[in-house]
């Protein structure tokens, strides 16, 4: 059975870092494409970022420069560091993933990420 | 970048009747990645369709993707309780490379 489990989210200050996890099991994280896509309160999903098998990455111009993807292939976990913090970024944060970059098969359930001082 | 909107923003019907869901894109979609999720209040999204007609595994056949190009349409032929919900359509684009999200469809029970 496939599971994604986020964990990392909470209440931080603006400006400040945080880090993302995401652990996977039922598939191999780097035989995979994996996403995280964000959703503030009562809106529509966001996409922000994905890791492709080779392990390049792309991002939404909206966090470019101050979110990173990445991935461990000894935990098969994915990862995403968040700096520089902004009150906009508040979300509920997915991990998504599958074995194509063109649709997200599988999802965890998200991780609250809520910013504020 | 390629932009997708959804239409309408709010579907208001009662359980039995035809849901109709409109996708509608900026430019053409190359090969028609085409997808589309539901998401339930709570719940995280859950892929319905892929390459825009293809239906993931356990979905049910009252749920139908069409569409090719520009103009693509999600069908759900008899609402069920557990179908209300909010709809998203997204793409991903390969030049720029980006994944987009159109802006969702909310079918609500009448």
Excluded at chain 1, 33 to 48: F, H
Aim: hydrophobic residues 35%; contains cysteine.
């Amino acid at each position: 059975e496939v599971q994604l489990v986020e964990s990392g989210g909470g209440l931080v200050q603006p400006g400040g870092p945080l880090r993302l996890s995401c652990a996977v099991s039922g598939f191999i994280v780097s035989n995979n494409y994996m996403t995280w896509v964000r959703q503030a309160p009562g809106k529509g999903l966001e996409w922000v970022s994905l890791i492709y098998i080779d392990g390049s990455a792309i991002y939404a111009d909206s966090v470019k420069g101050r979110f990173t993807i990445s991935r461990d292939t000894s935990k098969n976990t994915v990862s995403l560091q968040i700096n520089s913090l902004r009150v906009e970024d508040t979300a509920v944060y997915y991990c998504a993933g599958g074995l194509t970059r063109y649709y997200l098969d599988y999802w965890g359930q998200g991780t609250l990420v809520t910013v504020s001082s | 970048e390629i932009v997708l909107t959804q239409s309408p923003g709010t579907l208001s019907l009662s359980p039995g009747e035809r849901a109709t869901l409109s996708c509608r894109a900026s430019q053409s979609l190359r090969s028609n990645f085409l997808a589309w999720y539901q998401q339930k209040p709570g719940q995280a999204p859950s892929l319905l369709i892929h390459d825009a007609s293809t239906r993931a595994t356990g979905i049910p056949d009252r749920f139908s993707g069409s569409g090719s190009g520009t103009d693509f349409t999600l069908t759900i032929t008899r609402l069920e309780p557990e179908d209300f919900a909010v709809y998203y359509c997204q793409q991903y684009g390969s030049s720029p490379r980006v994944l987009t999200f159109g802006g969702g469809t909310k079918v609500e029970i009448k």
